[in-house]
């Protein structure tokens, strides 16, 4: 429906949102030329050997993931509106219904199978086959798993065809879908709980006196044991409580060591040097220019490809 403006035109809904989309993409450009400008300054002070083109492509992918960011954001709060076949659609239930434990349990399926790094048909609904056993319902609850985690491992082989369908998002390339390794996986979270407190809402606990990074960080360490998650895999699902607001945490680090893509970006940035210290350079540029840890990451990331 067209709608009618003073100079006799008309503006179609198309127009409008072609209006918006243009409005947002300037406001992009004019945030990635700040960004350049402040990242010139302060890598002249690290003494990166980085060439005045590269300073302008990362400063454009981190404009470019600061708007990503926005944008899982805003779908993140309409989570409770996606299909059943989503886990982030269970996790905003069971948020919804102030069930602490069963909302970390499903976040924690949401990262171990890379929910927020896809948008894939064929991925997206991999986690939530596990917690509803491959039904229209949640089945593997986490009352259910911590108390028969025995049962689970031959339901697992019983599955084996039904896993081979699962997939994994783009930052956990190198997963199984055999139900052995799923079931370790499992079982090593389950241990992590009982050893850290005994219910999720208690291994989760941060009470680092409102410190929102020191209380990542501490998780950060923490979850690294459970089997298989990873730095990545810690990482970003940490950074999922942080966005559904179901824990008030984020990262005060890119936590370079251990990874691999963030890795190589930031050596374009500044060298051939130790993982500790590309790490410390990073994370003070990022305090530096006012960019969150968890973007600066993602942008080196990205820029690397």
């Known amino acids: 429906m067209a709608e009618s403006v003073p100079n006799g035109a008309t503006v179609s809904n198309q127009d409008r949102v072609c209006g918006r989309h243009n409005h947002r993409r300037c406001l992009n450009q004019t945030r990635a030329k700040e960004l350049e400008q402040g990242l010139r300054q302060f890598l002249k002070g690290s003494r990166a050997p980085v060439a005045s083109a590269n300073i302008k492509e990362f400063a454009n992918a981190i404009s470019e993931c600061e708007e990503r960011s926005r944008r899982l954001r805003k779908?993140?709060?309409?989570?409770?509106?996606?299909?059943?076949?989503?886990?982030?659609?269970?996790?905003?239930?069971?948020?919804?219904?102030?069930?602490?434990?069963?909302?970390?349990?499903?976040?924690?399926?949401?990262?171990?199978?890379?929910?927020?790094?896809?948008?894939?048909?064929?991925?997206?609904?991999?986690?939530?086959?596990?917690?509803?056993?491959?039904?229209?319902?949640?089945?593997?609850?986490?009352?259910?798993?911590?108390?028969?985690?025995?049962?689970?491992?031959?339901?697992?082989?019983?599955?084996?065809?039904?896993?081979?369908?699962?997939?994994?998002?783009?930052?956990?390339?190198?997963?199984?879908?055999?139900?052995l390794i799923l079931h370790a996986v499992i079982a090593s979270f389950c241990s992590w709980v009982v050893d850290n407190g005994g219910t999720p809402s208690r291994a989760f606990g941060t009470s680092m006196d409102g410190n929102?990074?020191?209380?990542?960080?501490?998780?950060?360490?923490?979850?690294?044991?459970?089997?298989?998650?990873?730095?990545?895999?810690?990482?970003?699902?940490?950074?999922?409580?942080?966005?559904?607001?179901?824990?008030?945490?984020?990262?005060?680090?890119?936590?370079?060591?251990?990874?691999?893509?963030?890795?190589?970006?930031?050596?374009?940035?500044?060298?051939?040097?130790?993982?500790?210290?590309?790490?410390?350079?990073?994370?003070a540029t990022a305090k530096g220019v006012e960019i969150p840890s968890g973007i600066f990451e993602d942008a080196l990331c990205m820029w690397q490809k």
Not at 145 to 168: A, D, G, Q, T
Not at 231 to 257: A, K
């Open 75 to 179: 779908f993140l709060e309409l989570a409770h509106r996606l299909p059943k076949t989503d886990i982030l659609f269970w996790l905003a239930k069971a948020q919804h219904s102030m069930e602490f434990d069963e909302t970390l349990w499903r976040a924690f399926l949401a990262g171990h199978f890379g929910r927020t790094s896809t948008d894939s048909p064929e991925t997206v609904p991999s986690a939530a086959k596990i917690l509803c056993g491959f039904g229209g319902e949640p089945h593997w609850t986490w009352k259910r798993v911590s108390s028969e985690l025995i049962s689970l491992r031959p339901w697992l082989m019983e599955n084996r065809k039904n896993l081979k369908s699962l997939r994994f998002g783009n930052h956990r390339k190198y997963e199984s879908h055999k139900p």
């Open 212 to 283: 929102h990074e020191a209380s990542f960080d501490r998780l950060y360490s923490s979850l690294r044991h459970v089997f298989r998650l990873g730095r990545t895999g810690v990482f970003d699902l940490l950074c999922l409580l942080g966005n559904t607001g179901i824990l008030t945490v984020r990262p005060g680090s890119c936590y370079l060591r251990g990874s691999t893509g963030p890795l190589r970006g930031a050596r374009k940035l500044w060298g051939q040097r130790a993982p500790a210290e590309l790490s410390e350079l990073a994370d």
